[in-house]
């Protein structure tokens, strides 16, 4: 099933993975075009709103958990923006609550799995979001303690990670590499949400928008220097890689020497959602537009460069 609000004849649909408890609903959706007008491909990781009724029993409280854990609709502006730039598309539909795309798969706390854990375990970086209570299955969230009411199976764990996980993070390298090979680089925009965040001292308003590169490792300076001007140019207030410098999206996908660049696109949800941050409003449509604006500009830069490098080698 393609996502509401982005049909067209020029879209192939790609339905892939499935959720466990769920087996007629695929984990995630993609969107390519028979040809891209543009380098681009958007995912969203974080927006799945298929929750099998089994993982809710298993919430301690699941209305206030899934609504903190989901990125809320932003998948809506996702597809807006898509629709008005012809850029390829990939949403999830399982939700984060089950399994975080954007965590490694070794990113695990072994205390809330069930059953014998592998040795040695790991204590290093690659775990560290989990041991915060947000690794590849969130375990506690900030202000409200333990999500689950008791641990959750190895056999379950490993359902998740291939029927999610695994499916999921093949096809957006391999819609990478399609668009890489017809342009000679791609660029992918990571699209999430993010509560409000507090003024900084000297800024009229808390950033709307947080980009992150990983610290200038997921993409080329110029093209995050230049999403930055964008924003600023249009009046926005934009933020550089913190709080959110993005995570394992961009640590897998983004490899700027092979001309692959990514970069997470952080939006305010209080610039399209209501008052309680709910439900969305008729401001996604002027969001889209900006975002729209940000994305075929950025797009446009990356298929400068890719021709540029061409031409250079060309020229050797």
């Known amino acids: 099933m393609a996502p509401e609000g982005h049909e067209s004849p020029n879209m192939r649909s790609e339905s892939g993975g499935f959720i466990a408890g769920l087996e007629q609903r695929p984990a995630f959706t993609l969107l390519s075009p028979a040809s891209s007008p543009i380098p681009v491909l958007i995912t969203v990781p974080h927006a799945g709103r298929d929750y099998p009724s089994a993982l809710l029993a298993e919430m301690r409280d699941a209305d206030y958990a899934c609504l903190r854990l989901e990125d809320r609709m932003i998948d809506l502006v996702a597809q807006e923006v898509a629709r008005q730039t012809g850029a390829a598309l990939i949403v999830a539909h ?37 041991r915060s209570g947000l690794g590849l299955i969130p375990r506690r969230l900030a202000g409200f303690g333990e999500i689950w009411r008791g641990q959750i199976g190895r056999e379950e764990l490993e359902q998740r990670i291939e029927g999610i996980h695994r499916p999921y993070h093949a096809a957006t390298a391999r819609e990478l590499a399609r668009i890489r090979d017809e342009w000679g680089a791609a660029l992918l925009v990571d699209m999430h949400s993010m509560p409000p965040l507090r003024r900084s001292p000297g800024q009229p308003e808390p950033p709307h928008f947080v980009l992150g590169d990983r610290f200038g490792t997921s993409c080329d300076a110029g093209l995050v ?63 889209a537009r900006l975002i729209a604006g940000f994305v075929r500009e950025l797009g446009a830069a990356v298929a400068r460069m890719a021709g540029e490098a061409s031409f250079r080698q060309a020229a050797e």
């Open 225 to 287: 220097s230049h999403g930055y001007r964008y924003f600023e140019a249009k009046g926005r207030v934009v933020a550089h890689n913190r709080p959110y410098a993005g995570g394992f999206v961009l640590d897998t996908h983004g490899a700027p020497a092979n001309g692959l660049h990514a970069v997470q696109l952080e939006v305010c949800r209080s610039t399209y959602l209501d008052a309680q941050l709910v439900e969305p409003t008729a401001r996604i449509v002027p969001l």
């Open 94 to 130: 399982a939700p984060r609550a089950m399994l975080d795309l954007n965590r490694a798969r070794d990113d695990i706390d072994w205390d809330m799995i069930a059953g014998q854990r592998p040795h040695p375990v790991r204590h290093s970086q690659a775990n560290r979001r989990a």
